[in-house]
């Protein structure tokens, strides 16, 4: 066991790293840096028009003057400051400090909240609240309706529900959402235009545009799994035995099209984070989603690569989640694991 999570753990930190690598290429084959655009002309440093020893002395703070190879290793490992003090990197926990929040740590915009207020007001805060309403919305309405349409695959009902999840999957998000805004504020009224976010019920239509395309797969999926689990012989054999049509459904067809079920729902929920890039500026919302997205205009380096570790970090921890819950819910998928088949 003590080998499986050794294995795991290295894998996991292979493929962060590996992320972490292709998104520091990607963002310096942008040309200039924080400070002057792909024009090289100069950008406004806090609304101040900075002169070039200023630029060359925040190049020089900020270590983007060392080569490529030297400043990766920099972020990601750590290195040596220029009183010869070693400082540890992002395998520590230390993402750096954002280039245009005035010194402020990627950690303390992220993570801390206004002074006064609770962790749930931070800009995580935002987010993880959102994405939470979106997976309730994903969970109580993708499951529900593919276990609806797969007791009854022919009929009607079934037909109307495939429907809507096939077009609910071809909507982007940024045109369901505008599409929202305009229904829901100017034709219906029931919200304002410009979302009041203390008021909880102003969450409703970000968190269900967020939640579309998710719900569509989720009920794809438990529709393609609950069909292939109907179709065995011990359900047969169930219903032969006079079991109530409820207890076939929960005890032998539910239970062992779980896994499938859960193993695509864990990743389907943690890309709601990325979802959330488009959501947040589309509805102005405060969230991290809507500050990856202003780091990237502004160039900010270690915003960028702060938020791809969180990213990649949570998609690969909530895959192994996902395995141990299949693991622990399926005793297949245990056999499989003692047999060293993966």
């Not at 740590?105 to 801390?112: Q, R």
């Not at 994405?131 to 109580?140: A, D, H, Q, R």
């Not at 405060?286 to 202003?294: L, Q, V």
């Not at 160039?299 to 702060?306: A, C, R, V, W």
Request: proline share 6%; glycine share 8%.
């Amino acid at each position: 066991m003590l080998q499986f999570f050794l294995a795991k753990f290295l894998r996991m930190s292979a493929v962060v790293l590996g992320a972490t690598l292709i998104m520091f290429l990607l963002m310096h084959a942008i040309p200039g840096n924080p400070w002057s655009n792909y024009s090289e002309s100069t950008r406004l440093l806090l609304r101040i028009e900075a002169d070039e020893p200023v630029l060359n002395e925040l190049t020089h703070r900020f270590g983007l003057d060392l080569p490529l190879w030297r400043q990766f290793t920099r972020y990601v490992f750590g290195d040596f400051n220029g009183n010869g003090t070693f400082f540890c990197g992002a395998i520590c926990g230390n993402l750096g400090p954002s280039t245009a929040q005035r010194g402020r740590t990627v950690i303390d915009v992220l993570f801390a909240p206004p002074l006064g207020m609770t962790f749930w007001k931070s800009e995580f805060g935002y987010s993880l609240r959102l994405v939470l309403l979106g997976s309730i919305f994903t969970i109580g309405l993708g499951v529900p309706l593919g276990i609806l349409s797969a007791i009854k695959p022919k009929s009607a009902v079934s037909r109307i529900i495939s429907v809507a999840m096939a077009g609910l999957s071809a909507i982007p998000n940024f045109v369901l959402g505008l599409l929202a805004v305009i229904v829901a504020a100017l034709w219906l009224r029931i919200i304002p235009v410009v979302p009041y976010w203390n008021n909880p019920y102003h969450w409703l239509i970000p968190a269900a545009v967020l939640a579309a395309m998710p719900t569509a797969s989720v009920a794809r999926v438990t529709r393609a799994s609950l069909m292939n689990i109907l179709t065995e012989d011990y359900v047969r054999t169930a219903r032969a035995k006079g079991l109530v049509e409820v207890r076939v459904m929960l005890v032998h067809v539910l239970r062992n099209s779980l896994a499938p079920i859960i193993t695509f729902l864990g990743p389907t929920l943690m890309e709601m984070f990325a979802g959330l890039v488009i959501i947040e500026n589309l509805y102005g919302f405060p969230g991290i989603g809507r500050e990856y997205f202003e780091a990237v205009l502004e160039l900010d380096y270690p915003m960028i690569m702060g938020l791809t570790v969180f990213f990649s970090t949570g998609m690969i921890f909530t895959n192994f989640m996902v395995e141990i819950i299949c693991a622990v819910l399926d005793p297949r998928v245990r056999s499989v694991k003692t047999k060293g088949l993966f």
